[in-house]
């Protein structure tokens, strides 16, 4: 960066930006300035020649027009005291010329400003003059340069006796066109002064936009600022006052799944067409406000914030939180687990002390009865479960979410029409899918008089049809879309982890496999959700 500094310094050249754009201003505003006048003056020239001719031209027309020359002409001889010179010396005087010349058809002058040239030659050739053609031009004579006209004298019976020749002095055309430089250059100081005046606003206002930066440090900081904005790991969206996409740069591309095709082309696009409609969108475009605002992409959860700028635009940051958002659920089943595994090691040590007593006692028929009962209901809920759903991961989870179930005091049961073949496409996908849905019901059913928690898993056959069932107090019919929303949650948060994730994520996963997800009212009152995933069998 330091070279072209040192080039700007042994050129003269101011090193700041502004300084930089007010020179460069001025020379091009003088240059034009210049150039105009130069422009100007060369067809002025041209201009005053070609009025000088035609000057002659006329005069010289004026005085062939008149019969009394040709007359004189034809009865007199050439001297200075003829006829002919008097009229000629007239018209002279009258129009201001420099010569009036009459000439017979032997080129013999016979009239001139100086009496001792008449009855000579004529110095330049009259041909075409005398041959019936007006001629107009600039040319040496002996009373030095002149703006010249020629036409034929023509008697009264129309033949041509001779012809007049009228000279313009070429310094009086000379003397109008240098007239006409201190008016040119005054206009043209004004012009320069006024261009220099705007180049001096604009260069303050660019002093005031740049900070009084030179061009070497603003294109230091826009190098600076490309290399962070591409390698920090965060998402950054740079939108315009109008809503238009300024920059996004590699982290935020990623995150928002959109590939390298899109990125070459949404540049000056509305969020909404880059994005598409959707809690994205309005949580970037400012239509929803807030810190840390959760929202899901594709399979991301994504945490946005968003700051104004100056001119009306704003800048969106993005983080990444799907891992974290899976450990947070993991650590929630876990800490579900752990509680049930705290409650069977509490009862299992009742039931350890029960068979003690009845084993002291020598109730040994008895101690079998209750062993065998205790052992049977774990092993009954089990196979219920594998005979009906075959996916191993399904089935594990099921049977998991059962036994917490049991120790929270809500019976959840499976449906007598589930059934699901071990042929799923993504068993992982459903596994979330059922997770968050159950999960759900044993929170809204919790408390209930009577809870219950209904599942349902069966095939139709590649598509897969999921309803939870819950005895809880439902969901109103004006909420079941808004349910689905990033963010959205009747539960307190947790320190963790924001809450209103499960069921976007479920309704985002049903989507991408072109399903659906929906909430509506169970049979018996509560809550039932379905989701139906096309194509999710093999």
Same mark, same amino acid.
């Given at each position: 960066?330091?070279?072209?500094?040192?080039?700007?310094?042994?050129?003269?050249?101011?090193?700041?930006?502004?300084?930089?754009?007010?020179?460069?201003?001025?020379?091009?505003?003088?240059?034009?300035?210049?150039?105009?006048?130069?422009?100007?003056?060369?067809?002025?020239?041209?201009?005053?020649?070609?009025?000088?001719?035609?000057?002659?031209?006329?005069?010289?027309?004026?005085?062939?027009?008149?019969?009394?020359?040709?007359?004189?002409?034809?009865?007199?001889?050439?001297?200075?005291?003829?006829? @002919?010179?008097?009229?000629?010396?007239?018209?002279? !005087?009258?129009?201001?010329?420099?010569?009036?010349?009459?000439?017979?058809?032997?080129?013999?002058?016979?009239?001139?400003?100086?009496?001792?040239?008449?009855?000579?030659?004529?110095?330049?050739?009259?041909?075409?003059?005398?041959?019936?053609?007006? @001629?107009?031009?600039?040319?040496?004579?002996?009373?030095?340069?002149?703006?010249?006209?020629?036409?034929?004298?023509?008697?009264?019976?129309?033949?041509?006796?001779?012809?007049?020749?009228?000279?313009?002095?070429?310094?009086?055309?000379?003397?109008?066109?240098?007239?006409?430089?201190?008016?040119?250059?005054?206009?043209?100081?004004?012009?320069?002064?006024?261009?220099?005046?705007?180049?001096?606003?604009?260069?303050?206002?660019?002093?005031?936009?740049?900070?009084?930066?030179?061009?070497?440090?603003?294109?230091?900081?826009?190098?600076?600022?490309?290399?962070?904005?591409?390698?920090?790991?965060?998402?950054?969206?740079?939108?315009?006052?109008?809503?238009?996409?300024?920059?996004?740069?590699?982290?935020?591309?990623?995150?928002?799944?959109? /590939?390298?095709?899109?990125?070459?082309?949404?540049?000056?696009?509305?969020?909404?067409?880059?994005?598409?409609?959707?809690?994205?969108?309005?949580?970037?475009?400012?239509?929803?406000?807030?810190?840390?605002?959760?929202?899901?992409?594709?399979?991301?959860?994504?945490?946005?914030?968003?700051?104004?700028?100056?001119?009306?635009?704003?800048?969106? /940051?993005?983080?990444?939180?799907?891992?974290?958002?899976?450990?947070?659920?993991?650590?929630?089943?876990?800490?579900?687990?752990?509680?049930?595994?705290?409650?069977?090691?509490?009862?299992?040590?009742?039931?350890?002390?029960?068979?003690?007593?009845?084993?002291?006692?020598?109730?040994?028929?008895?101690?079998?009865?209750? @062993?065998?009962?205790?052992?049977?209901?774990?092993?009954? /809920?089990?196979?219920?479960?594998?005979?009906?759903?075959?996916?191993?991961?399904?089935?594990?989870?099921?049977?998991?979410?059962?036994?917490?179930?049991?120790?929270?005091?809500?019976?959840?049961?499976?449906?007598?029409?589930?059934?699901?073949?071990?042929?799923?496409?993504?068993?992982?996908?459903?596994?979330?899918?059922?997770?968050?849905?159950?999960?759900?019901?044993?929170?809204?059913?919790?408390?209930?008089?009577?809870?219950?928690?209904?599942?349902?898993?069966?095939?139709?056959?590649?598509?897969? @049809?999921?309803?939870?069932?819950?005895?809880?107090?439902?969901?109103?019919?004006?909420?079941?879309?808004?349910?689905?929303?990033?963010?959205?949650?009747?539960?307190?948060? !947790?320190?963790?982890?924001? !809450?209103?994730?499960?069921?976007?994520?479920?309704?985002?996963?049903?989507?991408?496999?072109?399903?659906?997800?929906?909430?509506?009212?169970?049979?018996?009152?509560?809550?039932?959700?379905?989701?139906?995933?096309?194509?999710?069998?093999?």
């Amino acid at each position: 960066m330091r070279i072209p500094l040192t080039r700007a310094r042994r050129l003269g050249l101011p090193r700041r930006a502004v300084s930089q754009i007010l020179v460069t201003q001025l020379a091009i505003a003088a240059g034009v300035v210049l150039l105009a006048t130069g422009l100007f003056l060369a067809p002025l020239s041209a201009q005053l020649d070609d009025q000088a001719m035609r000057r002659a031209l006329a005069i010289a027309q004026s005085a062939a027009a008149d019969p009394a020359i040709a007359a004189e002409l034809l009865d007199s001889g050439p001297s200075a005291d003829s006829p @002919v010179q008097a009229s000629a010396e007239r018209i002279r !005087r009258a129009t201001g010329a420099e010569y009036v010349v009459v000439l017979d058809l032997d080129g013999i002058r016979r009239s001139h400003p100086s009496p001792d040239r008449i009855g000579l030659p004529v110095s330049t050739d009259p041909g075409d003059a005398l041959a019936g053609r007006e @001629v107009m031009e600039i040319d040496d004579g002996t009373l030095g340069r002149s703006a010249r006209g020629k036409v034929p004298l023509l008697a009264a019976d129309g033949e041509i006796v001779g012809a007049v020749s009228v000279g313009i002095a070429y310094d009086s055309v000379r003397d109008r066109l240098l007239g006409a430089i201190p008016g040119l250059l005054a206009y043209a100081g004004g012009a320069l002064a006024a261009g220099a005046l705007a180049a001096y606003l604009l260069s303050r206002r660019i002093h005031r936009q740049t900070r009084d930066l030179a061009f070497s440090d603003i294109a230091g900081l826009l190098a600076e600022r490309e290399a962070m904005l591409h390698s920090i790991r965060e998402g950054v969206i740079a939108l315009a006052p109008d809503g238009r996409v300024r920059l996004v740069n590699d982290e935020a591309a990623r995150l928002l799944g959109l /590939t390298p095709d899109t990125t070459g082309t949404f540049g000056g696009r509305p969020l909404d067409d880059v994005l598409g409609a959707g809690r994205t969108a309005d949580v970037l475009s400012g239509r929803v406000t807030g810190r840390d605002l959760l929202t899901v992409q594709g399979p991301r959860v994504l945490v946005a914030n968003r700051m104004p700028t100056a001119d009306g635009g704003a800048v969106a /940051t993005l983080r990444d939180r799907t891992e974290l958002e899976h450990l947070s659920r993991e650590l929630d089943s876990t800490r579900g687990l752990i509680e049930a595994l705290r409650a069977q090691d509490h009862e299992h040590a009742n039931r350890l002390h029960t068979l003690l007593g009845l084993l002291e006692l020598g109730l040994h028929e008895e101690a079998v009865e209750f @062993v065998t009962e205790v052992v049977g209901v774990h092993r009954t /809920t089990a196979e219920q479960v594998t005979e009906k759903v075959h996916d191993p991961l399904l089935a594990a989870l099921l049977v998991g979410k059962a036994t917490v179930a049991a120790e929270r005091g809500i019976p959840m049961r499976l449906a007598a029409a589930t059934l699901l073949p071990d042929r799923l496409v993504d068993p992982g996908g459903l596994v979330t899918i059922v997770g968050n849905l159950v999960d759900n019901a044993l929170d809204a059913a919790a408390g209930g008089a009577a809870p219950l928690v209904e599942v349902e898993l069966r095939a139709e056959g590649r598509t897969a @049809v999921l309803r939870v069932r819950d005895s809880g107090p439902g969901v109103p019919a004006a909420r079941r879309e808004e349910i689905f929303t990033e963010g959205w949650s009747t539960k307190q948060p !947790r320190a963790h982890r924001e !809450r209103g994730l499960g069921l976007a994520l479920v309704r985002r996963l049903a989507e991408r496999q072109g399903g659906s997800a929906r909430a509506g009212e169970a049979a018996d009152g509560g809550a039932e959700f379905s989701v139906v995933l096309p194509e999710a069998l093999r």
